[in-house]
């Protein structure tokens, strides 16, 4: 007798969808996140420039992850000795500029590779991820051999979902280049020998096309977060009065990175005065000793003894992404406390007096993390 319980063969081959279609609503329950290649580019020398075409992805542009290899060939013979900023000097320049032109990431390598993320807020958080040795990914280089491994994003999105690039358009897309510094300028004017080669990929994090919803996209779609290395001015002589200033940018300022060097082009602290004062159009808006200034980064960005993260030499990082915390949160931030400019405002940091430089002048360049909205700036939680 034939058995009942059977299910017949049309209701068990009957398709299953994968995922459930949302309602309209808010673009990220309509979108998914996810990844792609998007080039692998091997056997770089030292000094040349990379600058393959991106190629498209159905959706949006959250951000570029890069992973420098650097391969043995030989050995390194002479003098070695990395440069301080190594391994993110890799590339004296990196720059991701739109579809149209206009430059959204551009700088030197320690920067860029290095500073975006730690201050940034757009990749790893306040327990340690936001220092690229402290990832599974990386592998230090060997002062034998030249061979390492770091990984980092080039952040678009600076809140969730906001800040995106179209991605789905071929001819519309953004351009990506990276220049190699020169061998010695990484391990030192004395070394020679057989340098490594580089190796570079480069993936993409994106959120998709919305399934079956006409009419979503990502909150302000056309709303940039620009970062830029710019030269403040004058110089800084040991123990002067000087009031150092930015050059004029405008837009909405999330991260003010001050970055100096001495005149060997090293990193140094001691050219920080002991009070501090940060000026915006004339007025002191921030007045601290390097001690208390130290503690805010310390609680914004997780330095300390609980994580290996330290504040890199001769950086200080004004923070304006603890809208919701005392820390910065990376993409959870409404935006309220972002500092709004426009193209006359006037940044400057007073020395009075600066330390004692053992190699004066120093210079001061600026790091900045700067938002350009599609009309008004969105603030709150746009993407709920």
């Given at each position: 007798?034939?058995?009942?319980?059977?299910?017949?063969?049309?209701?068990?081959?009957?398709?299953?969808?994968?995922?459930?279609?949302?309602?309209?609503?808010?673009?990220?329950?309509?979108?998914?996140?996810?990844?792609?290649?998007?080039?692998?580019?091997?056997?770089?020398?030292?000094?040349?420039?990379?600058?393959?075409?991106?190629?498209?992805?159905?959706?949006?542009?959250?951000?570029?992850?890069?992973?420098?290899t650097l391969t043995t060939t030989g050995t390194l013979t002479g003098?070695?000795?990395?440069?301080?900023?190594?391994?993110?000097?890799?590339?004296?320049?990196?720059?991701?500029?739109?579809?149209?032109?206009?430059?959204?990431?551009?700088?030197?390598?320690?920067?860029?590779?290095?500073?975006?993320?730690?201050?940034?807020?757009?990749?790893?958080?306040?327990?340690?991820?936001?220092?690229?040795?402290?990832?599974?990914?990386?592998?230090?280089?060997?002062?034998?051999?030249?061979?390492?491994?770091?990984?980092?994003?080039?952040?678009?999105?600076?809140?969730?979902?906001?800040?995106?690039?179209?991605?789905?358009?071929?001819?519309?897309?953004?351009?990506?280049?990276?220049?190699?510094?020169t061998a010695t300028n990484i391990f030192g004017s004395s070394s020679?020998?057989?340098?490594?080669?580089?190796?570079?990929?480069?993936?993409?994090?994106?959120?998709?096309?919305?399934?079956?919803?006409?009419?979503?996209?990502?909150?302000?779609?056309?709303?940039?977060?620009?970062?830029?290395?710019?030269?403040?001015?004058?110089?800084?002589?040991?123990?002067?009065?000087?009031?150092?200033?930015?050059?004029?940018?405008?837009?909405?300022?999330?991260?003010?990175?001050?970055?100096?060097?001495?005149?060997?082009?090293?990193?140094?602290?001691?050219?920080?005065?002991?009070?501090?004062?940060?000026?915006?159009?004339?007025?002191?808006?921030?007045?601290?000793?390097?001690?208390?200034?130290?503690?805010?980064?310390?609680?914004?960005?997780?330095?300390?003894?609980?994580?290996?993260?330290?504040?890199?030499?001769?950086?200080?990082?004004?923070?304006?992404?603890?809208?919701?915390?005392?820390?910065?949160?990376?993409?959870?931030?409404?935006?309220?406390?972002?500092?709004?400019?426009?193209?006359?405002?006037?940044?400057?940091?007073?020395?009075?007096?600066?330390?004692?430089?053992?190699?004066?002048?120093?210079?001061?360049?600026?790091?900045?993390?700067?938002?350009?909205?599609?009309?008004?700036?969105?603030?709150?939680?746009?993407?709920?």
């Amino acid at each position: 007798m034939a058995n009942s319980q059977n299910a017949t063969a049309q209701e068990a081959g009957r398709p299953q969808p994968q995922t459930t279609v949302e309602p309209a609503g808010p673009f990220v329950r309509n979108s998914q996140a996810g990844r792609a290649p998007i080039y692998n580019v091997t056997g770089g020398s030292f000094g040349g420039t990379v600058t393959q075409p991106l190629v498209a992805r159905p959706g949006y542009f959250r951000n570029f992850r890069v992973t420098h290899t650097l391969t043995t060939t030989g050995t390194l013979t002479g003098t070695v000795s990395l440069n301080a900023d190594a391994p993110y000097n890799l590339n004296s320049l990196i720059q991701v500029k739109d579809a149209f032109g206009t430059p959204l990431l551009v700088g030197d390598g320690f920067s860029i590779s290095y500073l975006v993320g730690l201050y940034g807020g757009s990749f790893g958080l306040g327990n340690g991820t936001n220092v690229p040795a402290n990832l599974p990914s990386y592998s230090a280089i060997s002062t034998t051999t030249g061979a390492g491994t770091f990984s980092y994003s080039l952040p678009l999105e600076f809140s969730k979902a906001y800040g995106v690039l179209s991605a789905a358009n071929a001819s519309l897309l953004p351009t990506l280049q990276f220049n190699y510094n020169t061998a010695t300028n990484i391990f030192g004017s004395s070394s020679t020998g057989v340098y490594p080669t580089i190796g570079t990929q480069v993936d993409t994090d994106f959120y998709w096309l919305p399934e079956g919803t006409a009419g979503v996209e990502p909150p302000g779609l056309g709303t940039t977060r620009q970062w830029q290395v710019v030269q403040a001015n004058p110089q800084i002589s040991s123990g002067a009065s000087a009031r150092v200033q930015f050059p004029r940018l405008g837009g909405y300022l999330d991260t003010v990175v001050a970055i100096v060097r001495d005149s060997t082009g090293a990193r140094t602290d001691s050219a920080w005065p002991s009070r501090l004062q940060w000026y915006v159009d004339g007025v002191p808006l921030v007045d601290t000793t390097m001690p208390e200034l130290y503690d805010d980064m310390a609680i914004q960005y997780g330095f300390g003894s609980q994580v290996s993260a330290t504040r890199p030499t001769g950086t200080i990082a004004f923070c304006r992404k603890t809208s919701l915390n005392q820390q910065s949160l990376g993409l959870l931030d409404t935006g309220e406390v972002f500092l709004s400019t426009n193209p006359a405002t006037l940044l400057e940091l007073n020395f009075s007096p600066a330390g004692t430089i053992s190699n004066s002048p120093a210079t001061l360049s600026c790091l900045v993390g700067q938002i350009v909205p599609t009309g008004a700036l969105i603030t709150g939680l746009p993407e709920l």
